[in-house]
């Protein structure tokens, strides 16, 4: 495979989906549905990725399933995978485990067919305990930056970060490891700002000069919500413009779909269609998107309405 800043020159580079959700519906991962609201920290085993070492299989089974709708690129399952977020889990001494089969997974179904990405998010530290704690969660994300990198990832994805002032110390971190980096923000609960008061115009123009090669959004937003954002990111910046959207209707008032009271357990009642996402596939070349794939509710048949969108003469 061509690095992923080769693959980026050459036209719409197509990731693939959301694991978490999908493996959650699949009963290999916790939601914490019934003791916790996702964000706030409490109790343990809110979609964390231990499915790798305690489910490979279903793992190998999702990962093969994206590579067939034909993803160019793997995100390994490492999505909330700092010691941090882990430890609340009751998973922290598993870390390196986690982290580590994670990748050798993707890396093994991937083969010569497709790259394989280091997902890396927020902690959730900052949320919990305010910006103050900005340095302890730059040495957690450090920390699973290495073992991404030492376990032979070709580049990096730093997903759903409500602060830019987090996104900012990630980005150091993958550029210190000496990584290729897609970075994308999500933006809640309107798509105006992050939670720590940038743009996304402003959001696009500090990440691509912190190195990242492609910036943009992903989760909270189905593609038509997402696109007016990724337009004010596509006219701040010169580097590509990289969207991951969810696959879950939001309304004028709550621009997130975690916010919406069918989260989690009535997702299925807000789900939007794979056409929206074949209708999304065919806008991107013109609306200067390029690198996309899903997140959350976005499975296999959803990157195959991209892939069938993305290929239509248009
Ligand atoms: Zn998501």
Request: net charge neutral.
């Amino acid at each position: 495979m061509k690095p992923i800043t080769t693959l980026l020159k050459q036209g719409v580079v197509l990731g693939d989906g959301g694991y978490l959700i999908e493996l959650e519906r699949r009963g290999y991962v916790d939601s914490g549905s019934g003791r916790e609201k996702v964000g706030t920290g409490k109790g343990s085993g809110q979609f964390t990725p231990e499915v790798a070492i305690e489910n490979p299989d279903a793992l190998r089974e999702l990962h093969r399933e994206f590579l067939k709708a034909g993803s160019q690129v793997l995100q390994a399952l490492t999505f909330f995978g700092t010691r941090e977020k882990l430890t609340r889990a009751g998973y922290g001494e598993q870390t390196e485990s986690i982290n580590a089969a994670a990748v050798k997974l993707a890396k093994e179904v991937a083969g010569e067919q497709a790259l394989v990405a280091g997902s890396v998010s927020r902690t959730q530290l900052v949320e919990r305990e305010g910006m103050g704690a900005l340095d302890k969660a730059r040495d957690h994300i450090a920390e699973q930056i290495r073992l991404l990198k030492d376990a032979g990832v070709d580049f990096l994805i730093l997903e759903t970060f409500f602060h830019l002032a987090e996104m900012k110390h990630a980005l150091q971190c993958a550029a210190a490891a000496g990584l290729p980096t897609v970075a994308t923000m999500s933006f809640r609960p309107l798509i105006s700002q992050c939670t720590d008061g940038h743009s996304p115009a402003e959001c696009a123009r500090v990440m691509a000069d912190l190195g990242a090669i492609a910036v943009g959004a992903n989760c909270e937003q189905e593609p038509t919500r997402m696109l007016p954002l990724l337009r004010a990111m596509r006219v701040a910046t010169k580097v590509p413009i990289a969207a991951q959207p969810a696959a879950f209707r939001t309304t004028d008032d709550c621009h997130c779909f975690t916010r919406q009271p069918a989260f989690p357990d009535d997702l299925e009642t807000i789900q939007v269609s794979r056409k929206e996402f074949f209708e999304f596939g065919k806008q991107l070349k013109v609306e200067g998107i390029g690198y996309v794939g899903g997140c959350c509710g976005c499975n296999p048949a959803y990157i195959r309405a991209l892939a069938r969108g993305i290929a239509e003469p248009n």
